[in-house]
């Protein structure tokens, strides 16, 4: 009996453990995708105003290198994500563009306020899950505009 109370109590650790890193990263790219986009819609407040600026949301969806980048206050005069300081999406196109090992190169295309939208995200898959190294647009990438911008 004392064995098996030992093997329940190493379950629920290794269960808290896996709760505890499951709040970054996602499970597929184009899960990714659709999780950051989800933010761009049109209903409740909390998934209306794009994607939060917190800690929290920077830990779930980008990598170490671009988080504080990502939550730090900023100026920009739009958001990155829908090239546009204002936003009604039309359906979102995910397309992969290539695959390699942990990395992914997506293209995701949609229509905002009735201009097509294309930006090309570099996802990596880390111990967490998938999230975001970077986004590139024809002319800037995040990284570069989160620099630009910043305070």
Request: hydrophobic share 40%; aromatic share 12%.
């Amino acid at each position: 009996m004392g064995r098996v109370n030992i093997l329940a109590g190493f379950s629920l650790v290794a269960a808290a453990l896996g709760a505890a890193t499951a709040d970054a990263g996602f499970r597929t790219p184009e899960s990714l995708i659709r999780n950051v986009y989800a933010y761009y819609g049109k209903g409740s407040p909390a998934f209306s105003n794009g994607l939060p600026r917190d800690e929290d949301a920077a830990r779930q969806f980008f990598d170490s290198s671009l988080r504080t980048a990502w939550s730090a206050p900023h100026d920009a005069p739009y958001d990155f994500l829908v090239q546009s300081p204002t936003w009604r999406l039309g359906p979102i196109s995910i397309a992969i563009l290539r695959r390699q090992f942990d990395r992914t190169d997506l293209t995701v295309s949609f229509d905002n306020e009735g201009r097509a939208v294309t930006l090309n995200f570099i996802v990596v898959n880390g111990p967490d899950g998938w999230v975001i190294s970077d986004v590139e647009s024809p002319h800037d990438s995040l990284r570069m505009f989160l620099t630009q911008f910043k305070r």
